[in-house]
């Protein structure tokens, strides 16, 4: 079975579906990912940091610890796609129509059987991501079944400067919940390979941060017995 994830940044992908996604290597099915925006500017966001490292610096880290990380998982690196962006630090809410001529190439290409977007929740490029996955579904001919994962909570989203609490969407429909028990040690290898969002110092010329971009408390919510989906209906 041909299966299709598509992120807004490199750590969603590991984060809200990672068990799954080694479920589907184990039943020998097809997994190709999708990263939208390696995650450049979390730095600028939540540190105010610019240099050491740079956002260029940081984009290029977070590549190869996303390439490292989806091996864990079982997914080779030729299987990995980055889209192109250019406008506004690559993010997909300011890309709009570039982003879904290269996901629409994409996933006429791949002809999935199956792909896993994000719910709308409260960060901006996740809603960017899931309007484009919605109209890519209604235009294809070849519809996949669909599933959203959910990453930001209002939980989740308290405190932080790259979301707002405030606006975080009412889930419709039913949640399915997905043991991922047997793929939980390897789920939590491949997070920690993302040095720079779950470490103060994760690179001796970068600076020490204060706080992790991802801390032990953000990171154990995702290290739960069950990822949970929304069906696309």
Known sequence: ???????????????????????????????????????????????????????????????????????????????????????????VRENMEKAKEQLLEI??????DIVYFHHPDTHKDHRAVNKIMIEILDEIHKKPEAFEFIIWTKELAK?????NENFVLEIKGNIIKININKELEMKKKAIMQMKSQVEKHPYPEWQKLKNPVLDKKFIGYFLKENENFVKVE
């Open 1 to 91: 079975m041909k299966t299709g994830v598509y992120s807004a940044h490199d750590d969603d992908s590991i984060l809200g579906l990672g068990g799954r996604i080694a479920q589907h290597i184990k039943n020998n099915d097809d997994v190709y990912v999708v990263v939208c925006n390696p995650g450049m500017n979390a730095y600028i966001v939540n540190f105010n940091i610019n240099e050491n490292p740079s956002p260029n610096e940081l984009r290029m880290t977070r590549k190869n610890e996303i390439i490292n990380a989806l091996k864990i998982l079982g997914v080779k690196k030729e299987r990995l796609y980055f889209l192109d962006l250019n406008k506004k630090n690559k993010r």
């Open 159 to 163: 405190g932080r400067n790259d979301v």
């Open 107 to 112: 996933t006429k290409k791949e002809k999935p």
